[in-house]
């Protein structure tokens, strides 16, 4: 279940073998979320980091893809409830992922942008280009800098990419694009509640990466505790207020709200505790990967990142075969092959191994495991060239408003704007932020 890096690993492992497949998901397509913020800070298309299931499955001869949207699952009668259909199993490998965590910080699942989705991407490059049309016939300074000002929550590294990506966009084609509007008047802010960012990283680069963004005109807070979201500012715990129209919230993850619904045991941050095999407690035939699985080695939770779900996806798929032939399903064991964060044009920090560098060389080797990682010839391919023109001539190949489709079953539109996640909701009801374990997102894949 869930067609992201956890289920597609686990998917194709199991189609080399003579066991029947099937991969479901909501969407049709897989999503590199890792360049999902390239999305919304107009630097890639939607479908350069998106690619149909089905065209991955198409020459394995076990896999199967269903597009449906998982409802329930019945444990005991080892049935998956889905949209429209009941898929009986006798396998499960649930990789359903995450959601945003808000921390219960008043205001922030209403009015914060959050960025897992493909839809959210969108929806975010739509709202900042907005932002530029309504500031350029705005007759008020302070109404221009409140939609003129970027506020973007949590210094890890989809944070701190995030908050390059828009500088640069802003300092290079847009500005360009509004010749009217006063350079003075556009302020990115990213906000961290712990010192140094990205944290977890070492000094060194924590220094260069905070050095780096400050030279490409980002205001970077660290220490800076958000307590409140409204729809045209953020108010921070020190008693800060900043009029902004626009808050992304990269401050935390949290796993899908779904496995609680669905039975499953969940620990404090939502995601399932399973065996050191990966598998559901009492529940051999289930098997939890990924962003939704908490897994714990050196008494540490496992990171949200690629490479763990990656990793689990294609263990959870050869445990399976050890017990279809008999045999006892082994512990997993993560290998770390380290972290990178790109800062922007020829900058990033990375962390391999022992070794640590930044700069130039980082930020070609962080290029290159992306575009190696990338799924599919032709998106390698548009990836490449939307990166070198934009390399070349400052420029971002795509700043187009499209509007978006809501969903049948959408709320309101008011709603629409950010529609809080499963569960989130619940989160407006206080509570004090906190740095969360899962902030950090390594781009090492
Ligand atoms: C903006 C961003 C940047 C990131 N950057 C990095 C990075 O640089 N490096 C890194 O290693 N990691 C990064 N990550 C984290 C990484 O993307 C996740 O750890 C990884 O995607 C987890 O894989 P997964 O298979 O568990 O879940 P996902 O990849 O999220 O896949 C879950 C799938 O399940 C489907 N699904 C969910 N619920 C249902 C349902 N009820 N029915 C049917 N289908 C369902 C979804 O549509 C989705 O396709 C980033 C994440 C984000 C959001």
Same mark, same amino acid.
């Given at each position: ?49 998106? /690619? ?58 209403? /009015? ?75 302020? =990115? $802010?990213?906000?961290?509640?712990? %010192? ?82 990966? !598998? ?6 289930? /098997? ?22 990656? !990793? !689990? ?10 017990? =279809? ?39 070609? $080797? ?27 001539? /400052? %420029? ?18 008011? %709603? ?30």
């Amino acid at each position: 279940m869930g067609a992201g890096f956890g289920g597609l690993w686990a998917a194709r492992a199991l189609a080399q073998t003579p066991v029947d497949a099937l991969l479901v998901d909501r969407n049709n397509y897989h999503a590199f979320l890792p360049l999902l913020y390239q999305v919304a800070a107009a630097e890639l298309e939607p479908e350069d980091i998106a /690619y149909p299931v089905r065209s991955i499955l198409r020459t394995l001869r076990h896999a199967r893809f269903a597009l449906a949207d998982v409802e329930a699952i019945d444990l005991a009668g080892r049935v998956v409830k889905a949209t429209e259909r009941s898929i009986p199993y006798d396998f499960l490998i649930l990789a359903t992922g995450s959601v945003s965590h808000f921390f219960g910080v008043p205001g922030a699942a209403r /009015y914060a942008f959050p960025l897992k989705t493909m839809e959210q991407g969108i929806g975010l490059r739509n709202h900042i280009l907005g932002c530029f049309e309504r500031a350029a016939h705005e007759p008020s300074a302070e109404g221009r800098r409140r939609a003129l000002t970027f506020a973007i929550v949590g210094g890890g590294p989809t944070g701190v990419e995030f908050a390059g990506a828009l500088a640069e966009l802003i300092r290079g084609p847009l500005l360009r694009d509004f010749p009217g509007l006063d350079p003075r008047e556009v302020c =990115v $802010v990213l906000l961290e509640a712990r %010192e140094g960012i990205p944290p977890g990283l070492p000094e060194g680069l924590r220094a260069y990466t905070e050095g780096r963004l400050r030279r490409m005109g980002v205001e970077v807070r660290v220490r800076a505790v958000v307590a409140e979201v409204t729809p045209h500012a953020v108010h921070l715990r020190d008693g800060t207020v900043i009029p902004t129209e626009t808050v992304v919230w990269t401050a935390g993850v949290r796993g899908d709200p779904s496995a609680r619904v669905w039975g499953l045991p969940t620990a404090a941050d939502g995601r399932v505790k399973v065996l050191p095999t990966l !598998q559901v407690p009492n529940h051999p035939e289930v /098997y939890v990967v990924g962003d939704l699985a908490c897994v714990e080695e050196g008494g540490r939770p496992l990171p949200m990142v690629a490479p763990v779900a990656i !990793q !689990q996806g294609v263990a959870a798929a050869r445990n399976i075969l050890r017990q =279809v032939r008999g045999a006892d399903p082994q512990p997993f064991r993560y290998r770390d092959r380290g972290t990178m964060v790109a800062i922007g044009r020829n900058a990033a920090v990375a962390c391999l191994g022992r070794r640590r560098f930044s700069g130039f060389p980082a930020w070609i $080797v962080w290029l290159s495991v992306h575009i190696f990682k990338l799924i599919g010839f032709r998106n390698r391919l548009l990836v490449m060239i939307n990166w070198a023109w934009d390399y070349l001539f /400052y %420029e971002r190949a795509v700043r187009l408003i499209l509007p978006l489709q809501a969903r049948p079953s959408s709320q309101p539109a008011a %709603e629409v704007r950010h529609p809080p996640a499963p569960g989130q909701a619940a989160e407006e009801s206080g509570g004090a932020p906190k740095p969360g374990p899962d902030g950090p997102k390594p781009s090492a894949l």
